[in-house]
């Protein structure tokens, strides 16, 4: 089965600290990977996709970025956070032919204070 | 740009009657269009998707949902509803888009279900 680990799973972090997520995938070569954040009342909104190693497109500017230094793996980043950071980030696997058929990882729910 | 419309933030819906949650997507084509269901804490499942032939669409755990092109809507229904069905449910959609590459969902804002026994 294919499969998406994200860790960790909950995070508490001070203003101005840094930020690293990481999401993983199994059962699947060369997937499309994604990164959504859900904010308090909102939708989901995309913050990158990448559909191969080292290629990142950003969609919302801000003080976040990603990584994508293996094929299943798929990092977010931020060098210091700001209280609205604040959200439910969320991965997703897509295939390369298939890009709209997206499946989402567990999240992560960060807490900036 | 696409948009998604959910304009029900919450609907309270008893044991055992039937659900129907509203979608409205703003393109001006047919796009890919999906449910998604989020339970408390939890990622997001793909219930459902369309994205051509047969408006009437079957999904995971007894839902349907039906496109209408005139209407711009895409309706999540179930015809007897379960108390394990309480959850947040997600419309989004994908454009259709020539050639590979990739893009992100738009998704609406969420609806609230509750179950009431």
């Known amino acids: 089965s294919q499969t998406i680990h994200q860790w960790p799973a909950t995070l508490v972090q001070p203003v101005g600290s840094p930020l690293s997520l990481e999401c993983t995938v199994e059962?699947?070569?060369?997937?499309?990977l994604y990164w959504y954040r859900q904010a308090a009342g909102r939708g989901l909104q995309l913050l990158f996709y990448?559909?191969?190693?080292?290629?990142i497109s950003s969609e919302v500017p801000q003080n976040l970025s990603a990584s994508r230094p293996q094929d299943r793996q798929f990092i977010l980043s931020s060098k210091k956070l700001l209280l609205s950071d604040s959200g439910f980030y969320l991965c997703?696997?897509?295939?390369?032919?298939?890009?709209?058929?997206?499946?989402f990882g567990p999240g992560t729910r960060l807490l900036v204070l | 740009a696409q948009s998604v419309t959910q304009p029900d933030i919450h609907i309270t819906v008893s044991e055992g009657a039937s659900l129907e949650l509203r979608c409205n997507y703003s393109?001006?084509?047919?796009?890919?269009l999906f449910w998604y269901v989020q339970s408390p804490g939890q990622g997001l499942q793909l219930l459902l998707k369309?994205?051509?032939?047969?408006?009437l669409v079957q999904g995971i755990k007894g839902f349907e949902a039906e496109f209408k092109r005139s209407q711009s809507s895409f309706n999540l229904r179930k015809p007897s509803v379960h108390w394990s069905d309480a959850a947040e449910y997600f419309c989004?959609?994908?454009?259709?888009?020539?050639?590979?590459?990739?893009?992100?969902?738009?998704f609406g804002k969420g609806t609230h279900l509750i179950i009431q026994p």
């Open positions: 997703a696997r897509s295939s390369a032919t298939r890009w709209e058929t997206q499946y």
């Open positions: 059962g699947t070569s060369n997937p499309n």
């Open positions: 990448s559909v191969g190693i080292g290629q």
């Open positions: 393109y001006g084509a047919t796009p890919y």
């Open positions: 369309y994205f051509s032939g047969d408006t």
């Open positions: 989004a959609v994908g454009i259709k888009r020539s050639g590979g590459g990739a893009d992100g969902l738009t």
